[in-house]
């Protein structure tokens, strides 16, 4: 199982995404799960080995209920708007249900009925504040409920999202100062939390091109002082501001080298209308070199 | 049209959109430019940087707006005041308790339960709460202007449907009555209660149903009042004079969340002005089109600009002609999404905006 957070606007879904398709790549049978719940709540296929799903914490109640409780229990509480609300309004039941959907994504015995299983699941977490919450749930949860089938269930997840042969995280950034602050502090969360984790790894999005050197832009700033034609101005100030921009994005890059080194993957800023599949596997080949 | 025509008359602004689109610094951005027009303005930031946040004297703790010195403003002439403050939500939740609260007693028996624990220090959720929280109690004081920074959630729409998760739970008179045992209210949910309640015990435990009856219990009249609370925060929202502002950049992903928020604002009949898109990369000014860019660059007439560096940039051009293109048609589907709703755009500036000289650059595009 992968986590994969970071900082809101990073491209954490772009990201995990391409780290599906790698993993489908190299033949496992791969689930990319995001927590927005917007897009299909079925497992789907989107290429060779690889399926999406979105998980919500309504459909995982269900799901969970169907499953555990036995007879009109289980009816009756489906039915009742009281048992919905309270639960969804008990703090952290949301995450704790995620969570649990999730796990059993990644069971070789799936509970879900003629459900296959995956090789990994990758998931498409929230921003770094909230992703790092979400793993701390059922050990939160865990110690309030203390007892109960629920606590239960809560310490078999735990366990398992403590367990770095199971479990890692990836952080992604772009070489910018608040996501790489938000990488660094994210690190440290993990690694003081009751379970401690560990990065596996960080992976630095979007990273522009190096096409200018210094010397290249004092050629470009004389032309732009000495231009005589106007037309001419705007197309080099462009080049003079990605090259700004690329000095700014090599000092944040030196800071994650500095904490992480080989820890940290690169992929370049892609410079196309949108991302779509042949983008994905382009980042897809970066990610598995 | 500029950013004081667009919240022009409105007595609250809440800054709203995804993660990473300069929510923050927008929000500041705003507060300044009205508070130079003589309001006097208190923006709420949640979680600034910590360059922007110093920058405005906001290092200080107290969870509460401070005065912001004009010279720490360069360039701005403030007509009116600036009033500051960082939100912090443990506190401002614990602040809540003991104004709603019977007696202090009651108010630290409260802040002690577990439940309540949880409930006030876990991230989801609470932020959200407390920052209409906040906005509801400095809706009271005698500002002009409340701009409010929305917290960093994965979709926007969180923001409006985490609060009244919140409130549900505090609220719920409901659930009081089924977590008290023999109580009528069990009698009058008829069918339901008993076998709700036993599958309750079955599912999440009984400790966690004994703590949470504990907690309803000493929570006990003040239901009333927190259901209170949220009616009025609810008008406070829909208020004629409250705006809200959709933050985006001009990338897919956000624009796709800023459709949808914006759907939900329409959907929950709340006053929607317009919206601003940050980072968006500015086309080339077209040369005429038989010459091209290529055609006006100086490669023969400017010495020192060699060929080889010149393809080179001439590559970087078309490349941010790309992005260009992108974001003009990214806007134009957010445009399509509106009913007319002004869009104000802010160009990427190829740098961190997330100090003092990034807040003054959003500020002079977006009062231009």
Aim: hydrophobic share 45%.
């Amino acid at each position: 199982m992968i986590f994969v957070t970071g900082k809101g606007g990073v491209g954490k879904t772009t990201v995990a995404l391409a780290l599906g398709l790698a993993g489908a790549h190299a033949g496992r049978r791969t689930i990319v799960a995001d927590l927005g719940g917007i897009g299909d709540q079925a497992e789907v296929q989107v290429a060779p080995g690889l399926f999406r799903i979105s998980v919500d914490p309504q459909s995982a109640m269900e799901e969970y209920l169907s499953v555990k409780v036995p007879g009109p229990a289980a009816a009756a509480l489906r039915g009742s708007r009281l048992f919905q609300s309270f639960a969804m309004a008990t703090p952290g039941m949301r995450e704790l249900l995620c969570m649990g959907k999730l796990w059993e994504l990644a069971q070789f015995e799936r509970r879900t009925p003629d459900a296959d299983a995956y090789d990994l699941v990758i998931v498409d977490a929230p921003a770094s504040g909230h992703g790092a919450a979400l793993l701390r749930t059922p050990r939160t949860f865990a110690e309030i409920a203390r007892v109960g089938p629920i606590a239960h269930q809560a310490r078999t997840i735990a366990d398992t999202i403590a367990d770095p042969v199971f479990t890692a995280v990836v952080a992604v950034s772009t070489a910018e100062e608040m996501p790489v602050n938000e990488t660094l502090e994210l690190r440290d969360a993990l690694a003081t939390a009751t379970d401690p984790l560990e990065l596996e790894r960080v992976i630095l999005n979007g990273r522009y091109p190096d096409r200018f050197g210094a010397a290249d832009a004092e050629l470009l700033s004389a032309a732009r002082e000495a231009s005589p034609q106007p037309a001419a101005v705007p197309v080099l100030d462009v080049a003079l501001a990605e090259h700004h921009r690329a000095a700014l994005q090599q000092l944040q890059e030196r800071r994650l080298r500095a904490e992480f080194g080989e820890r940290l993957q690169v992929l370049p800023y892609l410079f196309t209308p949108s991302v779509e599949l042949p983008q994905l596997e382009l980042l897809a080949t970066e990610l598995a070199r | 049209m500029n950013a004081a025509e667009l919240i022009e008359g409105r007595r609250i602004c809440i800054c709203v959109g995804g993660g990473g689109v300069g929510k923050t610094t927008t929000s500041a951005a705003l507060a300044v430019g009205m508070a130079a027009r003589g309001l006097k303005v208190a923006v709420v930031t949640i979680d600034p940087a910590r360059r922007l946040a110093n920058a405005l004297g906001l290092e200080e703790l107290g969870n509460e707006p401070r005065l912001v010195a004009p010279d720490r403003l360069p360039g701005i002439e403030l007509r009116g005041e600036l009033w500051a403050m960082m939100l912090d939500p443990k506190r401002t939740f614990d602040d809540l308790i003991d104004r709603v609260a019977p007696s202090p007693e009651r108010a630290e028996e409260i802040k002690q339960n577990g439940v309540y624990r949880q409930l006030s220090s876990a991230v989801s959720g609470s932020q959200e709460f407390t920052a209409i929280e906040k906005l509801y109690e400095l809706a009271e004081a005698d500002y002009d202007l409340l701009v409010l920074d929305t917290p960093p959630a994965h979709n926007a729409v969180e923001f409006l449907s985490a609060p009244g998760r919140l409130t549900a739970f505090l609220g719920g008179g409901a659930l009081q009555a089924l977590l008290r045992p023999s109580g009528i209210g069990m009698r009058l949910l008829g069918l339901g209660a008993a076998p709700v309640l036993a599958a309750l015990k079955l599912v999440t435990g009984v400790d966690l149903v004994s703590d949470l009856t504990a907690f309803f219990t000493l929570l006990g009249g003040m239901t009333e009042e927190f259901n209170a609370r949220a009616a009025r925060v609810e008008q406070l929202l829909g208020a004629t004079d409250t705006a809200f502002v959709l933050v985006s950049s001009a990338q897919d992903r956000p624009i796709d969340e800023a459709i949808r928020f914006r759907e939900t604002l329409r959907r929950d009949e709340l006053p929607f002005v317009g919206a601003i898109v940050n980072r968006v990369n500015q086309p080339l000014p077209a040369a005429a089109p038989e010459r091209g860019a290529e055609a006006s660059l100086p490669q023969d007439d400017v010495p020192g600009l060699p060929p080889e560096l010149a393809t080179r940039v001439l590559a970087c051009a078309a490349d941010h002609a790309v992005l260009a293109q992108r974001d003009r048609a990214n806007i134009e589907r957010l445009r399509a999404a509106f009913a007319g709703e002004p869009i104000l755009q802010v160009p990427d500036f190829s740098a961190d905006v997330h100090d003092i000289e990034g807040l003054l650059a959003i500020h002079r595009v977006l009062f231009r």
